[in-house]
């Protein structure tokens, strides 16, 4: 079962996904996260990825697209804790090289 946990704390957004993110979750995930980005208006946002056991093109194409809205209001969007299995598909794909992707005790700032 897929959850998105949506949480704003002062001008941070942060979103907990779990389960998988694939073709099937992504569309409704995305426009959860962008009525959240645009009525928020935040700095950062947190894409949290611990929980993900499984993504597909579709979840790669999810974060694209929210670092693309994220930079068009002059947010940083940031992958915090993605699994090794994840990690190593954002590296792969070259995102890591565009979006930063961080351990929970670091802080990437804007």
């Known amino acids: 079962m897929e959850k998105v946990e949506i949480t704003a704390e002062g001008e ?3 979103v907990r996904l779990t ?3 694939d073709h ?5 995930i995305r426009a959860d996260i962008d009525e959240a980005l645009y009525s928020l208006l935040p700095k950062k946002l947190i894409l949290e990825l611990s929980g ?4 597909d093109s579709s979840g790669l194409g999810l974060i694209l697209g929210r670092y693309a809205k994220a930079s068009e209001i002059g947010c940083l969007l ?3 804790n ?3 299995r994840i990690k190593r598909l954002i590296v792969i794909s070259g995102m890591s090289g565009t979006i930063p992707v961080e ?3 670091e802080a990437v700032t804007w």
């Open 24 to 28: 099937h979750v992504a569309a409704e």
């Open 12 to 14: 941070v957004l942060t």
């Open 52 to 55: 993900i056991d499984f993504m």
């Open 82 to 84: 993605p699994t090794p």
């Open 78 to 80: 940031v992958v915090r």
């Open 103 to 105: 351990a929970k005790e």
């Open 19 to 21: 389960g998988e993110l």
